[in-house]
């Protein structure tokens, strides 16, 4: 365990969405900002799209994280692989509610129900849909839009948060009436070598680091190793903690990020 000898509480780049280790780059925060601003204003579906392990379960994390469970019914899918007919059953789970056997529409109408007496209450619903590109059912789209449809005193029943790979938005896209209700959509791209650089300090600083560890050398080695996804860089980074800590150097140049590639 490499801790102790770089004076760390808890190890930095472990791939997991703690939200504790979020990093607000310039693009991160303002995806943040967007995406609240349409869940808190009754903004209908919101679309969050980037690439594999840049940051999106992060972001979710985060949102979820900013609404006030006083004033939000939250439900969260995460892996929405389902029938039509088994995704109003996991949404109706999600918030809680009763997920006995019914048709379609009965289902559909049970989730109407729970929606208003939420909205009734001064609660708004939040459905988030998160890796929404595994969605395989046609149907389940023309659901989440007969969802949007729904309102009270002219206020929308459901927010929909989707979030995936960039596919989605392909997927999106050939469903018109739905692509037409998306208020606010983002696209997160990968780091730039800056941001790499302010990332990691991020996290070491958050795990207790009070030292550079490493130097700008290894820096660039990093952007090029791992092409600026978060996800590659905690590789990274792990493996160069590690293999520092073993060969008992002071800083991390390049040459020990070449060799753990």
């Not at 692989?81 to 809680?96: A, H, K, P, T």
């Not at 049970?110 to 609660?123: D, I, P, Q, T």
Request: hydrophobic share 40%; aromatic share 10%; with cysteine.
């Amino acid at each position: 365990m490499y801790l102790e000898y770089w004076g760390l509480k808890e190890k930095p780049f472990e791939n997991t969405p703690d939200p504790k280790f979020f990093y607000s780059s310039k693009m991160h925060t303002e995806a943040l900002s967007r995406i609240l601003y349409a869940l808190t204003n009754n903004k209908g579906c919101v679309l969050l799209t980037g690439e594999y392990g840049c940051g999106k379960t992060a972001l979710v994390r985060k949102v979820i994280e900013a609404l006030d469970p006083d004033l939000y019914e939250l439900a969260l899918i995460n892996y929405p692989i389902f029938s039509s007919n088994e995704f109003l059953r996991e949404v109706l789970f999600q918030y809680g509610a009763d997920t006995a056997a019914g048709t379609k529409l009965e289902l559909f109408h049970r989730v109407s129900a729970f929606g208003y007496e939420n909205l009734k209450k001064g609660k708004q619903n939040v459905l988030v849909i998160d890796e929404a590109q595994l969605i395989e059912d046609s149907e389940i789209f023309e659901q989440i839009r007969l969802l949007l449809n729904l309102q009270l005193e002219d206020k929308g029943l459901i927010s929909v948060f989707l979030v995936g790979q960039p596919e989605l938005r392909e997927r999106v896209m050939t469903y018109p009436q739905l692509d037409q209700r998306i208020g606010v959509r983002y696209h997160i791209h990968y780091f730039g070598h800056d941001d790499v650089i302010a990332y990691v300090r991020h996290r070491l600083r958050i795990a207790g680091a009070n030292q550079e560890i490493f130097t700008p050398e290894a820096y660039v080695a990093i952007t090029r190793a791992s092409h600026g996804v978060p996800r590659r860089i905690n590789n990274v980074c792990d493996l160069c903690l590690l293999d520092g800590s073993s060969a008992q150097v002071q800083i991390i140049d390049e040459m020990i990020v070449k060799k753990i590639q």
